[in-house]
């Protein structure tokens, strides 16, 4: 400690011994300079760690157009790896549709996720941490304080 006040006096100009700023800084604050005075780089610390956020890709929404039965699988996938899927079923035919729709409700229930027709051959398949709140037109009115004191 003493060596540290002796550089500090010696740095105001109390002392003999000749310390340059770099060095009295880096006693005070325990730490070097954060940039490499030759390059203005930055310096590369190897006591740091960067870890992947979990939950960083777990709101991905996908929205598939499948053409033929086989994609399907491929949906499969992206609920396991915690991602929604916003399936339009416009570009197959009715028996297709079905059979694709039949196949995700059990992949959906499978991964302990959820479903929801949101139009006309448009589904929403989420995986187990995305529920799905929905009202409808009616529960709507009945929650809304100015039409729910008109019916009374």
Known sequence: MSGLVNRIKTFVGLGHEYVEEEDLLDDLYGA???????????R????????????????EVKVVEPRNFEEALEIVNCLRDKKSVI???HLLDA??????VDFLSGATHAVDGHQQKIGENVFLFTPSNVNICS???KAKILNDPFWAAAQQ
């Open 95 to 100: 028996e297709q549709s079905q059979r694709i």
């Open 44 to 59: 590369k610390k190897s006591n740091l760690k960067v870890l992947s956020h979990p939950n960083s890709s777990s709101y």
């Open 87 to 89: 399936l339009n079923l």
């Open 135 to 137: 009202e409808t037109d």
């Open 32 to 42: 070097e300079s954060e940039y490499d005075q030759d390059s203005f780089a930055p």
